[in-house]
């Protein structure tokens, strides 16, 4: 590349950074005029039309990138990105795999490539991918999270646990991790200990209206009825649309006597969504026994 060439190809990176994309475009296409096989220019072409939500167009100009040098990781990777925008993902699970085939510490290409993998139902593909980001960078928050919502995919709710206990250790106010955790620990049988996890998601964010209502339920699995029962109404101050809140608080509040309650609240959750799992079922069941 001469270097009247470089300094332009330069500048229209720099305009790129800068997120002034007409112009990094405008500069792309001056050097492709040039030079028609430039293939950083045809790449980062391709990347401005990605970003501006061109996706057929970004794949079809990477991949002249690609065609013009096959050996770049980060064409892969970003050939990928706009397949999955088109949720294409079979596509992109290719292109990602060549991209970490090419530089097999692409941690990037790995997040991504796991996470098409978990969508897909992958799951024990996207456990292996994830552990090369945690091997990359041990604290990378996004994929212990993931991590152990893998592995509560998979019903293996022990591992899960130790991932969302290591997200907490990083970042202690996560309240979805706490809440993921606690979900975790239900499953274990360790009830009295979701429900003080349940609670410490709710202290991070107190507008979870899925953690009030698992509270809820939690504290229904022990006795504690009056309690649950404000859980459940918590959630559904939070939620006035969670059929499931409504649902659960009048179980809660059959179960502490309230039977009228319970009714009026089943009756409520009707409204919402008729066919929620069981409803009818408890509702007719109840509204004969009073």
Known sequence: ????????????????????????????????????????ALHLLGVVEAQSGNFNEAIEIIQHAIKASSNESTYYHDLGNAQLALKNYESALKSYSTAIVLNPDYLEAYLNLAMVQQATGLLEAA?????????????????CYQSGMTAFYLGRHSIALSFFEQVIRLQPDYAEAHHQRANALVLLGRMKEAVDGYRRAILFDAAHAEAHN???????????FEQAVIAH?????????????????ANALMKSGRLEEALNR????IRIDPDYDFLLGAYLHLKMKI
């Open 1 to 40: 590349m001469n270097q009247r060439l470089h300094a332009q190809f330069m500048s229209a990176v720099a305009l790129h950074q800068q997120g002034r994309l007409g112009e990094a475009k405008a500069g792309y296409e001056a050097i492709l005029k040039l030079q028609p096989k430039h293939a950083d």
């Open 266 to 269: 089943y009756e409520d959750a």
């Open 214 to 224: 698992n509270l809820g339920c939690a504290l229904q699995e022990t006795y504690c």
């Open 233 to 249: 109404e918590a959630a559904i101050r939070v939620s006035p649309k969670l059929v499931s809140a409504y649902y659960n608080l």
């Open 127 to 143: 456990l292996e991918s994830f552990s090369h980001v945690i091997r990359l960078d041990s604290k990378h928050l996004q994929a």
